[in-house]
């Protein structure tokens, strides 16, 4: 845990440096999109979906195995099947849809509502790790000795260490969802670097501590041998009776929540980023016209988590082997799009970006490796590749039913990358802002931009124009000052939102401070206006 979460923090350098210079929302896929167009921005964000997904499909099944070992008899009643071991049962297949619809609900009502209860769980989470910490060493069983052997009889050092660090990139999935919502940071960007790191060394932090916690109480062979459904829980029951797990049972249901819980929230607004972008079907551009949240978007990630329980927990190995491996692509092309970026406009980032992302690329090339190579200590198996081949397959299908209308966007518009990378200039006050007479095509939102002095010269007279024919949101010209005329609506002044498609808006700026504009995620000219 600690050598993977080591090597991951390279990763989240990498990130920190792409969310400065491109402060949008979209994580991984924007920055695929700014480095290697369409194709490979398509095949980064199908795979975080996969890695997300995954993410909420195994908390959901957790439920059942915490429901097991602290209320036996209550929900697994109603025996249908068996996959690989696991009985399935009715009543626990009701209970973890409930929860699944429960957490869709949140999320449809919106992301205040969603987040309001994250913190809380978050911290209860940690407050139950610690607690159980102290109270396994505080038995009068536990010893360091209980710790050895200290790697699993039969198989090498190498190979243990191997098969946890394979898989990392799915331990520690969660820190790249802070770049999903950069274009909503009240705070600077440089302490998304701060924020990402610290959740990494938390996590693994907590990681090693519950592994401990667990091992050090009696002879871990001795614990195993018991057979528990729920092994933690056992030990909590021997630290503190019976009365004392259930309450540190409570932490516990808070992290599979929180995992449940915010990336429900990543993979929804992953999926409208997406859609924005023309890369998925205009259905998951639907927005709740109170809550205003993606509500086909949430009802998409809903079905496919409701799916889950019906392979119950023992499928979660094949879930968790399969999405590492799609976490980690989308890790490596973020690196090499930071080498990329760092080469090109060395003095705008930090000397060691280049090495950074290096790193952070060998990292995800070797993860993906070894659950990729046959005979490795870490490799999928039969089930994983059988999964993880129909979710490429549905991915072709999306993408090759919105080919005809990726290849009809311009190419001088399609992206900052290939060998026309632009970094984002910055207006006297610091603050993104786009360039004069550019296309600025990941333009989410631009939240305060103010022309400085030396455009205004140039902007004022001039026409901003805007081809709504790309899917602008609505856009906000508010500055009092701001005096011109407007082609659709005929009014000296545009206040609130402008909302149009299919038709194009001429403005008339005058030494105008734009408030609030939302743009789709490309396809945007941009005239010389802004």
């Known amino acids: 845990f600690i050598v993977g979460g080591g090597l991951l923090c390279f990763v989240a350098l990498a990130y920190s440096i792409l969310v400065k210079a491109y402060p949008v929302a979209g994580g991984a896929f924007t920055y695929a999109y700014v480095g290697f167009g369409k194709a490979w921005a398509f095949i980064c964000g199908w795979a975080l979906i996969l890695g997300y997904l995954c993410v909420i499909a195994a908390n959901g099944t957790a439920l059942a195995l915490l429901s097991r070992a602290l209320l036996p008899g209550v929900f697994d009643v109603g025996y249908l099947y068996s996959v690989a071991g696991w009985d399935v049962y009715a009543g626990e297949l009701a209970m973890m849809t409930c929860a699944f619809l429960f957490f869709g609900y949140m999320n449809f009502r919106g992301m205040d509502f969603a987040s309001s209860i994250q913190l809380i769980l978050a911290f209860a989470l940690v407050a139950g790790v610690l ?68 959740s990494i060394i938390c996590g693994a932090t907590l990681y090693a501590l519950v592994l401990i916690s667990v091992a050090i109480i009696i002879p871990y062979t001795d614990l195993l041998g018991q057979n528990h459904t729920w092994a933690t829980g056992a030990v909590a029951d021997m630290a503190f009776g019976r009365f004392g797990g259930m309450i540190l049972a409570i932490p516990v249901l808070a992290g599979i929540l929180t995992g449940m819980n915010g990336f429900f929230m990543a993979t929804t607004r992953l999926l409208f980023s997406m859609g924005r972008g023309k890369f998925l079907h205009p259905w998951f551009l639907k927005v709740h016209p109170k809550y205003g949240t993606p509500t086909n978007a949430v009802l998409f990630t809903l079905g496919l988590t409701l799916i889950a329980p019906f392979f119950g927990r023992s499928a979660l190995n094949w879930i968790v082997d399969m999405s590492a491996m799609g976490t980690a692509l989308a890790y490596l092309s973020t690196c090499l799009v930071v080498y990329k970026y760092a080469s090109r406009f060395a003095d705008q980032t930090p000397w060691w970006s280049k090495s950074v992302a290096v790193v952070g690329a060998l990292t995800s090339i070797a993860c993906f490796l070894m659950l990729a190579v046959p005979g490795s200590p870490a490799a999928i198996g039969f089930e994983s590749w059988i999964m993880l081949l129909a979710w490429v397959a549905i991915g072709a299908c999306f993408y090759f039913s919105r080919a005809s209308i990726l290849r009809s966007i311009p190419e001088t518009i399609e992206q900052h990358g290939q060998d026309k990378v632009v970094p984002p200039r910055q207006d006297s006050h610091g603050n993104h802002a786009p360039q004069v007479g550019e296309h600025f095509a990941l333009a989410h939102k631009i939240r305060g931009t103010q022309l400085d002095r030396h455009q205004r010269q140039r902007v004022s007279g001039k026409l901003f124009h805007i081809d709504l024919t790309a899917d602008v949101q609505h856009a906000v010209f508010d500055e009092p000052g701001c005096a011109g005329t407007d082609s659709h609506f005929g009014e000296p002044q545009i206040r609130g939102d402008v909302s149009k498609r299919g038709a194009a808006i001429t403005q008339r700026l005058d030494n105008c401070q734009i408030g609030f504009v939302e743009l789709g995620f490309h396809d945007i000219p941009m005239g010389r206006g802004l």
């Open 131 to 198: 607690i159980l910490t102290v109270g396994s060493f505080s038995t009068s069983t536990a010893s360091l000795d209980n710790l050895f052997p200290l790697f699993a009889e039969g198989r090498s050092p190498w190979a243990c260490v191997i098969s946890i660090v394979a898989i990392t990139p799915w331990l520690f999935v969660g820190f790249d969802t802070i770049p999903q919502t950069a274009e909503e940071f009240d705070f600077p960007p440089e302490k998304s670097r701060r924020l990402m790191l610290n």
